[in-house]
């Protein structure tokens, strides 16, 4: 497709449990972001790839969230032993190069349900 | 500490009439600022956008004026469609951190 895909689109998961999202990026876009958006907020930033290098994590909450691109496209976020407070919409974004001003590109989210 | 605030977390105007959704920010090293909307269930689509060594920038209805001595900016909607009901973020770009920080949104209600 054309746009930015992630899946899965919802993910309930049982406090604990381990989960995976993944994030395909417009082709040939360099940066990659993950947001974390609470209900009624804004999207918080949670990490930063440009093609395979993480230059930036300074949003991930703890050492449960981890995120790679190994190959500098698809990227994957994983939320480890996974908690109440962890519900929320994650988002991946994705732009041409980087910079500032550089427009960002996101998909429609996952939402995820931690019971 | 939030860095980018909008204040309004909602907005209801008359179809035809002017829209003016407005953002502060506190951290004077933001260079770039961009609009977002957002409809329900969909990730954020871009607007428009201003440089920091620009003061307005117009784009169809939608203009985004910038005042940098007051840390402000507003984004102006002339004229407001029942199609422009959503919600709206103000982000803010520094060019040395790579990333774009959000406001909490406002949602616009366009009335016919």
């Known amino acids: 497709g054309a746009g930015v895909s992630q899946s899965p689109r919802y993910k309930v998961a049982k406090r604990g449990q381990d989960v995976a999202l993944r994030c395909d990026p417009i082709?040939?876009?360099?940066?990659l972001f993950w947001y974390q958006q609470a209900l009624g907020q804004g999207p918080e930033f949670l990490t930063y790839f440009q093609n395979e290098a993480q230059l930036d994590k300074s949003g991930l909450p703890s050492d449960r969230f981890f995120a790679e691109r190994p190959e500098g496209s698809v990227s994957t976020l994983k939320i480890q032993r996974t908690q109440q407070e962890d519900s929320a919409v994650y988002l991946c974004a994705s732009s041409l190069d980087t910079g500032s001003g550089e427009k960002l590109f996101f998909g429609s989210g996952t939402q995820l349900s931690v019971l | 500490d939030q860095q980018v605030k909008q204040n309004s977390p909602s907005l209801s105007v008359q179809e035809g009439r002017i829209s003016i959704l407005n953002c502060d920010y506190t951290n004077s090293m933001f260079d770039y600022f961009l609009w977002y909307k957002k409809y329900p269930a969909e990730g954020p689509t871009f607007l428009i956008s201003i440089s920091s060594i620009k003061d307005k920038n117009e784009d169809g209805r939608f203009t985004v004026f910038l005042n940098k001595s007051a840390k402000h900016l507003s984004l102006h909607i002339v004229p407001s469609q029942p199609g422009d009901s959503a919600v709206y973020f103000c982000a803010a770009d520094n060019t040395n951190a790579g990333k774009s920080t959000f406001g909490d949104g406002t949602t616009l209600t366009v009335k016919p």
């Open positions: 082709s040939g876009h360099v940066s």
